[in-house]
Each structure stands twice: as structure tokens, then as C-alpha cells.
């Protein structure tokens, strides 16, 4: 799957780590509809994994993205019009 960092790269990143990914993201979901800012270590957890895990994709190449990700300092209500629901990740 394809997954854009906002701010950052997109990354080609394996299926097999799509339900690790998604449990974060439900986390991140969880925590957001608390008003809890501790979202925020749970989403560069999110990030960490997909860059050591993902392989950038050049740039010249043009591909939509499967999830898009937004960057590291989102503030709590950005991040709650982003994670609701699902979230990022479809269940």
C-alpha cells in the first residue's frame, strides 16, 4: 500500500503490517474522542513504523496514496476532524 507522511514522503508500505498500524490508529481515534493530547505519541509511534518499515517512493513518481497520514504536530483539534471513526485506517 501506498502511505503519504503529510509534510514528508510517500512510502510503499507492506500489507502485513496494516492491522499493527490499524490498532494504533484506533488508539489514536480513542484518545482524541477523550481530548487527550497523549495522541500525539501514539501517532509518531504510527509514523515511526511506516519510515523504518517503508521504502520512500521517489519522488518522480506520481501515486495516489492509499492513507495519508498527517504530520507529527497536528494540534488536538485538527486531529479531531482527521480521527474519527475508522480513523485513517478502514477497520
Known amino acids: ?30 484518545l482524541v474522542e477523550k481530548n487527550d493530547e497523549s495522541f500525539v505519541k501514539e501517532l509518531k509511534k504510527l509514523i515511526k513504523i511506516v519510515k523504518e518499515n517503508g521504502k520512500i517512493l521517489d519522488d518522480s513518481v506520481l501515486k495516489n496514496s492509499d492513507i495519508i497520514i498527517p504530520p507529527e504536530d497536528i494540534t488536538l483539534d485538527e486531529a479531531k476532524k482527521i480521527f474519527t471513526g475508522e480513523g485513517i485506517f478502514p477497520d
Open 1 to 30: 500500500m501506498i502511505v503519504r507522511i503529510m509534510t514528508d514522503h510517500q512510502y510503499v508500505v507492506d500489507d502485513s503490517l496494516l492491522q499493527e498500524l490499524n490498532e494504533i490508529d484506533n488508539r489514536i481515534v480513542s
